[in-house]
């Protein structure tokens, strides 16, 4: 069973920035495709990015069309660590942000929620106008 842990959400501003992370608890974590979603209050859950496992010779990330361009996922092996950077803010960026994580042998990305077998708590997000 692996455990994830997201941390930094919190209160910005339009057009401020916030930067997740998500902590795995996992030895192989190189292994592993992850990905962000996010859910709002009334709903569903969306696709916000994902990144492939380590070792791709070929940028293996991939976003969600709202966020392409301000969002930026990348991963610290060493620190069994994956990150959102998250620039330009909007008041539409305000949800629960969760992690997610999956053991994989491919360096594919997955988008769809089924996909993954692990997921964090969430961690909130509050863009005020």
């Known amino acids: 069973q692996v455990q994830l842990v997201e941390s930094g959400g919190g209160l910005v501003q339009t057009g401020g920035s916030l930067r997740l992370s998500c902590e795995a608890s996992?030895?192989?974590?190189?292994?592993?495709?992850l990905g962000w979603f996010r859910q709002a209050p009334g709903k569903e859950r969306e696709f916000v990015a994902a990144i492939g496992r380590s070792g791709s010779v070929l940028s293996n990330t991939y976003y969600g069309d709202s966020v392409k361009g301000r969002f930026t996922i990348s991963r610290d092996n060493d620190k069994n660590t994956v990150f959102l950077q998250m620039n330009s803010l909007k008041p539409e960026d305000t949800a629960v942000y969760y992690c997610?994580?999956?053991?994989?042998?491919?360096?594919?990305?997955?988008?769809?929620?089924?996909?993954?077998?692990?997921w964090g708590q969430g961690t909130q997000v509050t863009v005020s106008s």
């Open positions: 997610s994580a999956k053991y994989s042998s491919s360096y594919v990305y997955y988008t769809r929620e089924p996909m993954y077998d692990y």
């Open positions: 996992t030895p192989t974590f190189s292994n592993y495709a």
